[in-house]
Every structure is written in C-alpha cells, then in structure tokens.
C-alpha cells in the first residue's frame, strides 16, 4: 500500500478530533476539512460540521465535485446565529492554517513585515481568531514547515492567545488556553512540553529531528518514545477517495516533491 505526503498529513490531522465527541469540528481550507470530514466517517461519528453556509449535516459533503448543495445529508439548519452561540459555549475544534506560528502557539494570518498601519504584505486580518483562541480547542495545519512560518521571536501580528503570560487576558490562566496539536509536511507537534513549550510528538516517515529543528525558528521539546507518524489506514485512504474524488489533495503540497511513500508492512 502506498499513499502521499498529503494523506499522511491528513490521516495525522483526522486524528486530532478523535477524543472530541459532539462538538463542531471546523476544518479550514481542503485538506484540514478533508481531515475533519474523515473524522466524523470514523473515528467520531458524534462530530459536527456544516456546510460552510447554513445547515450542520449528518454526513460530510465532499471536499471536491459539489455543484449544487441539493441532496446533501441536511440534519438542520445552523445559520451564523447559531454558529456563534455554539462557538461562545466551547463546543468547537478549528483546525486553521496560520501564516505565522511562535514560541508560544500565538499565530498571524493578518500581515506580514514592516509595521501594523504599513505591512510588507497585508493578509485577512485577525478574522475570528481572538474570540476563537480563547473560547474553544484549535489545532494548527501546516503545508510548509519553515522558519518562515515558526517564526524567531513573536508573531509579526498576535491575532490569537497562546502560552505567552504577557497577553493573557484578563481573567484567563495558561491552563484555559486550548491548542491541541500542530501537523506539518514534516512532523506532529503539540504545546505540552515543559512550561506549555512546543514539543515533538512523531515524525514523518523519512524526517529527521535535525531536520525539523533547522526548520524551527525556536527550541522545541521532544515527547518521550518519539515514534514516526503512523501511516494512513486502508479505511482511511478509501475515505479520502470517497470525500475528494477529483483528487484535489494530490495539489495542494506544491513545494514539496511529488511522489508517494510506502506504507509498513503491518498498516491496516
């Protein structure tokens, strides 16, 4: 059995709904809602998702190949209202995909460079999430690990609490911030090292620990028994082909090599 770069990461990234039961998972982008949409086929069937519009399904909808929203599993109507008091109440998972990540799990998808009235470039702006990083869970997907994106320092724009005490606010412990785990091309990661620091939980299979910290503009933790990312399940790959099947999830790893590692011998 094979299976590519992307599968891995989104067979890591599934995983990070596992222990959740019912609440929203919010996957950003198509690999992160592939990830999520995988899920709820069958890790935990008790997810929620919507449609990306106004009603929560009881089956995912395919990542790919939707021309219209008719004949989709609708189990009800969930508008913006309904989203936010959901949201507010800490019943949700966002996996998003910021453009910058620091030593404190604090992330920027707003601008990057110069200063906050003139950025070298200008991204979405914060866009929810403050609210989201001090209300519910979030994980992080990353295409590209670099020190581009794990940045030296803080984020060029904070748009959401991490582990820094400075920033906290007020009210809130470090304990009350919630990010689950962080999936690269290269490795899994989490914030449960010493004094809520970045640590390593596995690496992909091929990847070093060298590699990954010449990749990480901070010094990381490594988990005990670090082990490798474990590879996609027959279940799992079929999944993938069922919810995307126009393959979008070959194309969205553009700067890495094309190409498909082997799966162990004893992977279902």
Request: glycine residues 8%.
């Amino acid at each position: 059995m094979t299976f590519s770069l992307a599968e891995l990461m989104v067979s890591a990234a599934s995983r990070v709904f596992d222990d959740d039961g019912e609440v929203l998972a919010t996957g950003i982008g198509l690999l992160p809602r592939l990830a999520a949409s995988v899920a709820m086929r069958s890790s935990n069937p008790a997810l929620m998702m919507t449609d990306s519009q106004s009603f929560l399904l009881s089956s995912p909808n395919p990542v790919s190949g939707l021309k219209t929203h008719a004949g989709q599993a609708n189990e009800n109507w969930m508008g913006f209202s309904r989203v936010f008091d959901n949201l507010w109440s800490g019943a949700r998972h966002a996996l998003v995909g910021p453009s910058q990540i620091d030593r404190f799990g604090q992330s920027n998808i707003s601008a990057l460079g110069g200063t906050y009235e003139a950025p070298k470039v200008q991204l979405l702006g914060v866009r929810g999430f403050p609210g989201n990083s001090i209300r519910h869970a979030n994980s992080f997907f990353v295409p590209k690990h670099s020190r581009r994106v794990f940045v030296e320092g803080e984020c060029d724009v904070v748009c959401s609490i991490g582990y820094n005490p400075e920033r906290l606010p007020k009210g809130y412990e470090l304990s009350d911030i919630d990010i689950r785990q962080v999936i690269t091309d290269l490795c899994v990661m989490d914030f449960q090292g010493p004094g809520f620091q970045a640590r390593i939980r596995s690496l992909h299979p091929g990847v070093t620990l060298e590699e990954v910290r010449d990749n990480t503009g901070f010094e990381l933790a490594v988990i005990d028994h670090l082990s490798e990312t474990p590879a996609p399940s027959s279940d799992q790959l079929s999944l993938m082909a069922e919810l995307d099947p126009e393959n979008l999830r070959a194309k969205q790893l553009k700067d890495n090599p094309p190409g498909v590692r082997e799966a162990p011998a004893d992977a279902e």
